[in-house]
């Protein structure tokens, strides 16, 4: 299986600052398709994983633009620009280009 | 508007059987490119991803737990059930469905059903 490396484990940031958090898979990413299949999810406190970001860098559907991806291969950035208090959870990141589906375990960001 | 939502028995004894249902609205899992696949999350830990069935019917499972799982669908395509035998304390967590799509990976999430496995 693909191993997802995330880190920091956790992070404690004021509000307005901006955080980066990594994840390091243990194989290429890229798939036969030439597309990387690398997203990047939000848990907030009690709920659902949210969809934050697709394929290293599409925002997902109603997510602000102070969410961004970057990356490539085997190495991915997951940028918060400008925290806000609704950004407080845990973020995973996850890659659906080889089988079984493997994802990070997680980084917990707290607000100061 | 798109729902997921699954349903299972909250508790069950080691050994026996899991039943769940993810009931979902607002997209058919007849169309071309739809994916429901299930994952869960034992308390305080992250994701695993378990099995998911496509629109075609194609299932596939996460090898680690192949010989144990089995999703299906309805044939109204509104309903997807996943199977676990045997289970084992091990097996306790929060169940979600969630849809894939060409577009978009996982971009709809069900509530979750907390499981217990005890005796």
């Known amino acids: 299986d693909v191993v997802m490396t995330q880190t920091p484990p956790s992070l404690s940031v004021a509000i307005g600052q901006s955080v980066s958090i990594s994840c390091k898979s243990s194989?290429?990413?890229?798939?036969?398709?030439?597309?990387?299949?690398l997203h990047w999810l939000l848990q907030s406190p009690g709920q659902s994983p949210k969809l934050l970001i697709y394929q290293v860098s599409n925002l997902g559907s109603g997510v602000p633009d102070r969410f961004s991806g970057t990356g490539s291969q085997k190495d991915f950035t997951l940028k918060i620009s400008r925290v806000e208090a609704e950004d407080l959870g845990v973020y995973y990141c996850?890659?659906?280009?080889?089988?079984?589906?493997?994802f990070g375990s997680g980084t917990k960001l707290e607000i100061k | 508007q798109v729902t997921l939502k699954e349903s299972g028995p909250g508790m069950l004894q080691p050994s026996k059987t899991l039943s769940l249902t993810c009931s979902f609205s607002g997209f058919s899992l007849s169309t071309s490119g739809m994916v429901v696949s299930w994952i869960r999350q034992p308390s305080g830990k992250s994701l695993e991803w378990l099995a998911a069935?496509?629109?075609?019917?194609?299932?596939y499972y996460n090898p680690s737990l192949k010989s144990r799982l089995t999703v299906s669908k309805d044939t109204s395509n509104t309903q997807v059930f996943l199977k676990i035998t045997s289970v084992d304390i091990a097996d306790t967590a929060t169940y979600y469905c969630?849809?894939?799509?060409?577009?978009?990976?996982?971009?709809?999430w069900g509530q979750g059903v907390m499981v217990t496995v005890s005796s």
């Open positions: 969630a849809r894939i799509t060409t577009v978009a990976p996982f971009d709809y």
């Open positions: 194989q290429s990413l890229v798939y036969s398709d030439g597309k990387t299949y």
């Open positions: 996850v890659q659906a280009t080889h089988f079984p589906l493997t």
């Open positions: 069935i496509d629109w075609d019917g194609d299932k």
